[in-house]
């Protein structure tokens, strides 16, 4: 299923490489005591801007000049539907998305989007999906700011050989991620079949 994000930026900005020059925007947050473990979920008017594991901080500070407004209203629905995904209900995310990044992330992000559910890539071809074929660390570390994890699927890219590569909630989370949604046989057992 294609996600285009051109319809769900907050509103034209420039991008300069810098998530600084980017307009200020409120963020709702809340915190989630997921199956894999707790996460921050963060949302703007315009829709999910955040969704990272929780290490030890409840506001992830990734852009100065957000203002951040705890919110378990706001951040409800996301909450529901990652419930259902972790519950294995749910292959599709319809929450509407906020990604602020260089023009470059947001290529690489859509194209995280469209990597169907069970189904994984290696880092290289998402350097070729996105243009860019040598471009592999580029789009490495374009996951690695992805902020919005497990809704923009950064966990179903694989390094070349076919090992796990890197994730930022670590690889037992990316595993099980991907054992979920059946992308890899079940071997650690911490989501339900």
Request: glycine share 10%; proline share 6%.
């Amino acid at each position: 299923m294609q996600r285009n994000l051109g319809n769900v930026f907050a509103s034209p900005v420039e991008f300069a490489g810098d998530y600084n020059v980017q307009s200020m925007r409120e963020i709702f947050y809340g915190r989630h005591v997921a199956p894999i473990g707790p996460l921050i979920v963060g949302v703007s008017e315009e829709g999910l801007a955040v969704l990272e594991f929780e290490k030890g901080h409840l506001r992830p500070q990734r852009r100065r000049g957000d203002v951040w407004t705890r919110s378990a209203r706001r951040v409800a629905p996301v909450i529901a539907e990652l419930n259902d995904y972790f519950a294995a209900k749910r292959r599709h995310f319809s929450i509407p998305l906020d990604l602020r990044g260089t023009d470059f992330q947001l290529r690489c992000w859509q194209a995280l989007l469209d990597i169907p559910y069970g189904q994984t890539i290696t880092y290289a071809e998402l350097a070729r999906r996105v243009g860019c074929p040598r471009g592999f660390r580029a789009v490495g570390m374009a996951n690695h700011d992805n902020p919005v994890a497990i809704v923009v699927p950064c966990h179903r890219v694989l390094a070349s050989d076919g090992s796990l590569g890197g994730y930022g909630g670590g690889l037992d989370l990316k595993r099980a991620l991907l054992e979920l949604e059946g992308a890899l046989p079940r071997t650690l057992n911490l989501l339900p079949a």
